[in-house]
């Protein structure tokens, strides 16, 4: 049938992230923007910092930006961080946010790879930078973020000073005209398997991302919100709450650097009324620790997203025990980051939606998927049993990195090839079972690391467990639990007792060969199981452990 080649008569409207900076100023003038920092708590509103955003702009200009060119920045979350978020983008150049818990030479790396031309850097960070310099050509400008009066600046070179700056410039900038297809924003992936890739994000991709993340059954962000991000606002922008906040017009709180500790999460929750709080599932575990021992609660709070890694069954019941409720959320950094998200609604019975809420849910509207059998490349069912890897596309879904490394990533019919392997049930809930990398190969069959390790968490004693495969003369991998016991078992729980605690709750042949106890397990820049770590160090498995490894 021929398709009519009739036109719509809807406006070309650029999506660009200047309309959210336009709703900042016309609708949320009076919503609070709170930060922490190390004097105590600083209080402002959308309305205070719009003409500082253009003041921004201006200073920016001045010092020679333009546009396209990468403004890097190594800061906390914070109100200032938040103001870059909108004065970059919308005067036309890239907003880079650099990963601070980095070591130097990777940020070297990623500092050059992306030729950054700026970068502002917050005063407590500074120590991170002196390694660098000398070593980051590209950066023509550096800009210090000081707290009080600018410190005397021994063996920097000529650094702005960020209040200076503004200062010089007035309240109404001209703001450029954008078009959707210009880069807004740019990010690395946080390199848990690889080198760190920059993903480089649109003006229009962010504008549809930050409507999805608003979306009910999505994030569900709304004006009614005061949300505090604990997610950094240099991991995968911050998922996307730096813009969702604007667009809706939520309050914000920004724990600074703090952001690590669960009593001022806590705190900052009580004072400034919380309703939503955001993280990966290391902070969660700090945190329900700590309010099991204060005995506090946050009856105000109502979603925790939770994604970055799969978030643990005893964690979920755990929180849910708190009154805190997680939602659990899956995506990365070339998915800006959201990709689905564990919503269930009526009709199951308890069992059945905490078995739900703990798969990575369901695909963001916007976003389509598909599992695919990695020899092959053919697509599988929606049986959930089936696995295969995750492949994604959609308008917020990176076609490729910057300086086009890997340009494999995308199969020859444009689909993003994520490096996640999942099962995906007739009702299109996603479970993923690991990362390609990580999956453990024994005899020929797969293990799910992720399965045994939260099958290991389940274990009361135990507080976190991380698992990787080491190889084996016999069935090329087998599996290795590192274990970290709660403080107040330390000692008192043997390897014997985790094999049988985990007897008919996986396969007899994913009982790991070997528990070891640790005291804490690496963690990534980002705080998710740092596994490229516990491979480097381990030993290999002792002879004669082997017990049963054929399905
Ligand atoms: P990196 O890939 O360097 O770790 P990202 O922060 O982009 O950086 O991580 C994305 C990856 O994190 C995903 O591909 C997936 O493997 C993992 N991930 C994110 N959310 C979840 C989740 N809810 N459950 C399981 N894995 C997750």
Same mark, same amino acid.
């Given at each position: 049938m021929e398709v009519s080649a009739v036109?719509?008569? /809807?406006? =070309? $409207? @650029?999506?660009? #992230?200047?309309?959210?900076?336009?709703?900042?100023?016309?609708?949320?003038?009076?919503?609070?923007?709170?930060?922490?920092?190390?004097?105590?708590?600083?209080?402002?509103?959308y309305g205070e910092m719009v003409p500082r955003i253009n003041r921004l702009a201006g200073a920016l200009k001045r010092i020679g930006v333009k546009p396209g060119d990468r403004v890097a920045t190594l800061a906390w979350n914070n109100d200032r961080h938040l103001e870059l978020y909108y004065a970059v983008p919308c005067m036309g150049a890239v907003l880079h946010t650099l990963n601070l818990r980095l070591f130097p030479q990777h940020l070297e790396f990623i500092i050059n790879d992306a030729e950054d031309k700026v970068l502002f850097v917050d005063q407590s960070i500074l120590p991170l930078l002196k390694p660098l310099l000398g070593k980051i050509p590209s950066i023509k400008t550096m800009v210090l973020m000081?707290?009080?009066?600018?410190?005397?600046?021994?063996?920097?070179?000529? /650094?702005? =000073? $960020? @209040?200076?700056? #503004?200062?010089?410039?007035?309240?109404?900038?001209?703001?450029?005209?954008?078009?959707?297809?210009?880069?807004?924003?740019?990010?690395?992936?946080?390199?848990t398997t690889g080198n760190p890739k920059g993903v480089v994000y649109s003006h229009r991709s962010q504008f549809i991302h930050t409507m999805g993340v608003l979306q009910g059954d999505n994030l569900g962000v709304t004006e009614n919100d005061a949300i505090l991000p604990v997610v950094p606002m240099f991991h995968a922008n911050s998922w996307g709450l730096p813009y969702a906040i604007g667009m809706a017009g939520a309050k914000v709180v920004f724990a600074g650097r703090f952001s690590a500790d669960p009593k001022s999460i806590v705190e900052l929750s009580e004072q400034e009324d919380v309703t939503f709080l955001a993280g990966v599932p290391t902070v969660w575990i700090g945190l329900a620790n700590y309010l099991k021992e204060s005995g506090k609660r946050l009856p105000k709070v109502s979603t925790v997203v939770c994604g970055g890694s799969a978030v643990p069954q005893a964690l979920m019941e755990t929180m849910d025990s708190l009154g805190l409720r997680?939602?659990?959320?899956?995506?990365?950094?070339?998915?800006?980051?959201?990709?689905?998200?564990?919503?269930?609604?009526?009709?199951?019975?308890?069992?059945?939606?905490?078995?739900?809420?703990?798969t990575q849910g369901r695909v963001a509207p916007g976003v389509e998927i598909r599992i695919t059998d990695p020899a092959t490349g053919e697509e599988l069912p929606w049986d959930g049993v089936a696995f295969g890897e995750i492949q994604v596309r959609g308008p917020w879904i990176a076609r490729g990195y910057h300086n086009g490394y890997d340009p494999d990533k995308l199969t020859e019919?444009?689909?993003?090839?994520?490096?996640?392997?999942?099962?995906?049930?007739?009702?299109?809930?996603?479970?993923?079972?690991?990362?390609?990398?990580?999956?453990?190969?024994?005899?020929?069959?797969?293990?799910?690391?992720?399965?045994?390790?939260?099958?290991?968490?389940?274990?009361?004693?135990?507080?976190?467990?991380?698992?990787?495969?080491?190889?084996?003369?016999?069935?090329?991998?087998?599996?290795?639990?590192?274990?970290?016991?709660r403080p107040e078992f330390k000692g008192q729980v043997t390897e014997e007792e985790v094999r049988e605690f985990l007897k008919g709750k996986v396969a007899k042949w994913w009982l790991p060969d070997e528990v070891r106890f640790i005291d804490e397990v690496p963690k990534t820049s980002v705080g998710k199981f740092d596994k490229k770590v516990l491979r480097a160090g381990a030993t290999p498995i002792k002879e004669g452990v082997t017990q049963e490894a054929r399905k």
């Open positions: 036109e719509g008569l /809807m406006q =070309d $409207y @650029e999506l660009s #992230l200047q309309h959210v900076l336009w709703r900042i100023e016309r609708l949320h003038q009076k919503k609070e923007v709170v930060t922490k920092w190390d004097d105590g708590v600083h209080r402002t509103t000081a707290e009080g009066p600018a410190p005397a600046l021994d063996g920097f070179p000529e /650094m702005e =000073d $960020y @209040e200076t700056l #503004l200062a010089a410039e007035s309240d109404d900038y001209p703001w450029p005209k954008i078009s959707e297809r210009m880069a807004a924003a740019m990010c690395y992936t946080s390199g997680i939602l659990h959320a899956w995506g990365m950094t070339e998915t800006s980051p959201l990709g689905s998200v564990a919503r269930v609604y009526g009709g199951h019975t308890p069992e059945e939606a905490l078995r739900l809420r703990l019919d444009g689909w993003f090839r994520t490096g996640d392997v999942a099962r995906i049930d007739a009702d299109g809930y996603i479970q993923i079972v690991d990362r390609t990398k990580d999956v453990i190969k024994s005899g020929g069959e797969w293990i799910s690391s992720v399965e045994l390790e939260n099958a290991v968490m389940a274990h009361p004693k135990i507080m976190e467990a991380a698992v990787i495969g080491l190889p084996h003369p016999k069935w090329d991998e087998r599996p290795v639990v590192y274990a970290v016991v």
